[in-house]
């Protein structure tokens, strides 16, 4: 008897969990298909009318596409240089013992302890002196470096279960280091670079600080830093607009979320530390 009633509080808890983790994105579907006048006189009640002038208002000044081509050009570019980076380095670090690896692993290591906020002011000097201020390059440099320590690790834990017979064995056999890497290393590593990848592209599409501390001009905005143009003069927003113009852009990553959803679980489990 106890012990059901153990499992009973304990599937209350979790469907209040899960209550409380979906219902602000069940409110901002229902929010964006509301008038705007029913939305700022009863903004939490259920729609008397369903309207759609939300999503095409938003659409209509095409700035929500835009914003979102430069951040998935950000996106994409940085998380293949993340994936291309961290794997070979993370294999480099463990199958190669040479001199020196250990302090090179440290220094990645490192890197997680360095807070993001201390390097904006530096950044943005050095970015102003070179010119690439308002760049997709200026986003793409810190995405890639501060997540490289922690993708480091990743690759450097699910390298050292990689049986050093099997790499050889490839060379005993003629493969060269890359053509071992390519063709027998790395596709062993498909749920870590999955995890990696599904992780740090929701990060990256969602990011803000960078956004809002390099970019200025309009036509290099990313989703973060566009869904700021729907505050007006005195603060006044636009709600309907901003809530259809949130639903359009957290849309990419729920897709890739729930698509990668099997490979991000057994990568967390399993991939991330012994493949």
């Given at each position: 008897m106890k012990k059901?009633?153990?499992?009973?509080?304990?599937?209350?808890?979790?469907?209040?969990f899960l209550i409380i983790q979906i219902y602000p994105v069940i409110w901002l579907f229902v929010a964006s298909v509301k008038p705007t006048v029913e939305l700022s006189a009863a903004p939490f009640a259920f729609p008397k009318s369903i309207t759609?002038?939300?999503?095409?208002?938003?659409?209509?000044d095409g700035k929500i596409g835009m914003y979102m081509w430069n951040s998935l050009k950000v996106t994409v570019i940085s998380l293949i240089l993340i994936v291309v980076l961290s794997s070979t380095a993370g294999y480099a670090l463990s199958k190669f013992k040479v001199r020196g690896t250990k302090t090179i692993y440290?220094?990645?290591?490192?890197?997680?302890?360095v807070p993001v906020q201390i390097t904006l002011i530096p950044l943005f000097i050095f970015y102003s002196k070179l010119g690439i201020l308002n760049t997709s390059f200026s986003l793409i440099l810190p995405q890639v470096g501060f997540a490289l320590p922690l993708s480091v690790m990743m690759f450097v834990s699910f390298y050292e279960f990689v049986p050093n017979?099997?790499?050889?064995a490839?060379?005993?056999?003629?493969?060269s280091p890359f053509r071992t890497f390519i063709q027998i290393v790395f596709p062993l590593a498909r749920n870590t670079v999955i995890t990696i990848a599904s992780m740090y592209s929701i990060l990256i599409w969602n990011d803000f600080i960078f956004a809002n501390t390099f970019i200025s001009d309009t036509s290099a905005k990313t989703v973060a830093m566009g869904l700021k143009d729907y505050v007006g003069a005195f603060g006044n927003v636009d709600w309907g607009s901003t809530f259809a113009a949130i639903a359009i852009s957290i849309l990419p990553p729920l897709v890739i979320y729930f698509a990668l959803n099997k490979w991000v679980t057994a990568g967390m489990t399993m991939g991330a530390t012994k493949g």
């Open positions: 059901k009633i153990i499992k009973i509080i304990f599937a209350v808890l979790i469907i209040l759609l002038e939300n999503f095409s208002k938003v659409l209509s440290s220094f990645f290591t490192f890197g997680i302890m017979e099997l790499i050889e490839a060379v005993v056999d003629g493969c």
